[in-house]
C-alpha cells in the first residue's frame, strides 16, 4: 500500500482498498463462526462439552465506536500518528511507516 501511495497518490491506494474490502468483507462474513460451537466443535485443547452459543446483545452500529472510544486511550493507537509526523519532518511515507513499525516490534 505505501508504495502504492508513493506511486500512484493517497486516493487510488483509498479506492483500491476500499474495493477489495467490498468484495472480502461479504464473504469472510458469511464463511467465518464466531465460536467452535457454532460448527459443533469444542474449542482448542478444552475438554469440556461445548454448549449453544450465546445470544448477541448491544446495538451492532455503535459497537464500532464504543472500540474506537477505548482503543483511542491506549498509546498504541496515537502511534499510527507517528507517520505523518515523519513526513512533516522530511521522511517519506514509506520510511516512517516502516521506522513506526521497527519501534511497535522492539516495544513488544
Known amino acids: 500500500?505505501?508504495?502504492?501511495?508513493?506511486?500512484?497518490?493517497?486516493?487510488?491506494?483509498?479506492?483500491?482498498?476500499?474495493?477489495?474490502?467490498?468484495?472480502?468483507?461479504?464473504?469472510?462474513?458469511?464463511?467465518?463462526?464466531?465460536?467452535?460451537?457454532?460448527?459443533?466443535?469444542s474449542a482448542y485443547r478444552d475438554t469440556s462439552v461445548a454448549g449453544p452459543a450465546p445470544p448477541r446483545s448491544g446495538n451492532p452500529i455503535t459497537a464500532p465506536f464504543r472500540?474506537?472510544?477505548?482503543?483511542?486511550?491506549?498509546?498504541d493507537f496515537w502511534l499510527t500518528h507517528l507517520i505523518p509526523a515523519c513526513v512533516d519532518h522530511g521522511l517519506g511515507e514509506v520510511v516512517g511507516a516502516e521506522r513506526t513499525g521497527r519501534g511497535g516490534v522492539v516495544r513488544v
Request: aromatic content about 6%; glycine content about 4%; charged content about 20%.
Open 1 to 41: 500500500m505505501a508504495t502504492l501511495v508513493t506511486h500512484a497518490g493517497w486516493r487510488v491506494m483509498t479506492l483500491s482498498l476500499a474495493a477489495v474490502v467490498m468484495i472480502f468483507v461479504p464473504m469472510l462474513a458469511w464463511l467465518m463462526r464466531d465460536r467452535p460451537a457454532d460448527l459443533g466443535l
Open 67 to 75: 472500540a474506537l472510544a477505548d482503543r483511542s486511550r491506549s498509546r
